[in-house]
């Protein structure tokens, strides 16, 4: 979709750019304050609750969340968009409930000083490495959008696009890490939840209001866009039966577990200031991010009945084009430079995410006694490498929402169990969690590879979808398997290898008494 024809392009490119401009500019502003590391991954730990639940909602709020969502939503409805928005707010509420208040406690810098302090440094290690290629999948999937965007609105190659993208990106981070990571967030989150709440409206609008728009929804494959569930017609995404069931199972675990020992998550949680901020931070990002990320999805579906017949690519745009089309032009102009800041916000993060475990928890196996400045040295170089890696495989892989859920698949199959278990399960040991941890791998190929004798003739001629869908489904085995194996080798290793207690990031025994998120919100203050 080209929208060179608009007469206000001219206006959306000019705001674009001052955003860009305000981004880099703030990223000059926070490095004056980033002295140590620490300041550079976790902003100093004295992040406010605004600025925490803010910057965790903007985090999520990206590229799959407002381009991809409605574009899948066009297509399937809700069923679609269980991935996201739905899973992700199951994961915020799980995370603040259960795994943030002891995390925070304990003061680790990174995910994977939990797997270090708990199970050893191979586990750290192995945690590590599927860290980074879920962000690798997650950059990649913002700098696609990204570069989509671009592309709509001068015309020229969608690669050049992602390439100029990246390069705003991995400036402003280079520069400001979290702290300037923190403070974009907390400005874009109001531009683009009030952007596509105006936009919601104005389609509604052109629809002929809820009610008419309730009555007459419909999508490209399925009839009844709102529902959930598998259905006794179409099943769930096109596959019936077993395999409806076990895609739509996938589809809540891919981010709704997935994403409970992600990097970006705890970076952020880690942040705040204390334990309740860092709880209510969670739970206020969970209730932003579904209220506002509703909307992305319902507006694909009222797009599909203003413009039925949409092809896959051109769905991609679903949003510029409703913002262009029925917001006054400046309107337009903010949203998408809203909407291109939100892109860049999630960038951001992921690549800072993966140079943050780069630093924390792989190269002080190679060097040790580094020292702050070293680290911050080290830290920024990471952010250089993981932001031209991703920009390789966004240009490899050019798909928005495909990319982001598969992000998270990996961390669902290897981590997840030991992460859990880790936490709520005294005798869990590292070699329970090794064994885990590539046992979910391998069993997630294996039936991978056992699903795409079903999803292939399902697509005939469309091997892209095939393997996403193979995949998506290999993951619900594979991370059972990774908890069966967990438990079954710790049980029987429990001699060989004593299970260690949670350490703090000092290596002082974690007080472990009130780690649920029931706090009061005055505690906050």
Aim: charged residues 10%; proline residues 4%.
């Amino acid at each position: 979709m080209n929208f060179s024809d608009y007469p206000y392009l001219w206006l959306i490119i000019l705001v674009v750019i001052l955003f860009f401009m305000v981004r880099l500019a703030v990223g000059y502003y926070a490095s004056r304050k980033v002295q140590t590391a620490a300041d550079y991954v976790v902003a100093g730990r004295r992040l406010p609750i605004y600025l925490t639940g803010a910057s965790i909602m903007a985090t999520w709020f990206a590229a799959e969340t407002l381009m991809g969502a409605s574009a899948t939503a066009y297509q399937w409805g809700f069923q679609g968009v269980l991935f996201d928005p739905f899973g992700a707010v199951i994961c915020l509420f799980l995370s603040g409930f259960f795994f943030i208040r002891i995390l925070r406690r304990a003061r680790y810098m990174t995910a994977i000083d939990f797997f270090e302090k708990r199970f050893g440094k191979k586990m750290a290690v192995a945690g590590a490495i599927a860290q980074i290629i879920a962000y690798f999948g997650w950059t990649a999937a913002q700098i696609v959008a990204g570069g989509a965007i671009v592309h709509a609105l001068l015309g020229i190659p969608i690669y050049w696009g992602m390439i100029f993208v990246t390069t705003v990106v991995v400036l402003y981070t280079l520069m400001g890490g979290m702290w300037a990571d923190t403070l974009l967030d907390f400005m874009q989150m109001f531009f683009s939840a009030a952007g596509i709440l105006l936009i919601f409206f104005a389609v509604m609008r052109q629809v002929g209001g809820w009610d008419v728009f309730v009555s007459t929804a419909s999508t490209a494959f399925v009839d009844n866009p709102f529902q959930l569930m598998p259905s006794a017609d179409s099943g769930f995404l096109g596959y019936e039966g077993f395999h409806g069931w076990i895609y739509w199972v996938a589809a809540i675990f891919s981010i709704g577990l997935g994403s409970l020992p992600a990097q970006d998550l705890m970076q952020r949680s880690m942040s705040a200031k204390n334990e309740a901020t860092a709880v209510h931070g969670t739970y206020l990002a969970a209730i932003l991010y579904g209220g506002f990320g509703i909307l992305s999805p319902l507006v694909g579906i009222a797009m599909y009945h203003l413009l039925p017949g949409l092809g896959p690519q051109q769905t991609e745009y679903l949003i510029v084009s409703a913002a262009v089309n029925y917001l006054n032009p400046l309107l337009a102009a903010l949203f998408v430079a809203a909407l291109a800041s939100a892109l860049m916000s999630t960038s951001d993060s992921s690549i800072l995410a993966g140079a943050s475990i780069v630093t924390e928890n792989i190269l002080p196996s190679v060097r040790k006694n580094l020292t702050e400045k070293q680290k911050l040295f080290w830290t920024r170089g990471m952010v250089v490498v993981i932001g031209l890696f991703s920009l390789g495989l966004a240009l490899f892989a050019a798909t928005i929402y495909k990319l982001a859920i598969f992000a998270w698949t990996v961390l669902l199959v290897g981590q997840v169990a030991p992460f859990v278990l880790g936490i709520y399960w005294k005798k869990a040991n590292q070699k329970g969690a090794l064994w885990g941890y590539l046992a979910g791998f391998v069993g997630w190929l294996v039936c991978m590879f056992i699903f795409y004798q079903t999803t292939m003739p399902a697509n005939p001629g469309d091997l892209e979808t095939a393997l996403w869908d193979a995949a998506y489904m290999g993951s619900v085995p594979g991370f059972f398997i990774s908890l069966l194996v967990l438990v079954a080798v710790s049980i029987l290793t429990q001699k060989s290898d004593p299970p260690k207690p949670m350490l703090d990031v000092d290596d002082q025994p974690l007080i472990l008494y009130k780690r649920l998120g029931w706090l009061k919100p005055k505690d906050v203050l």
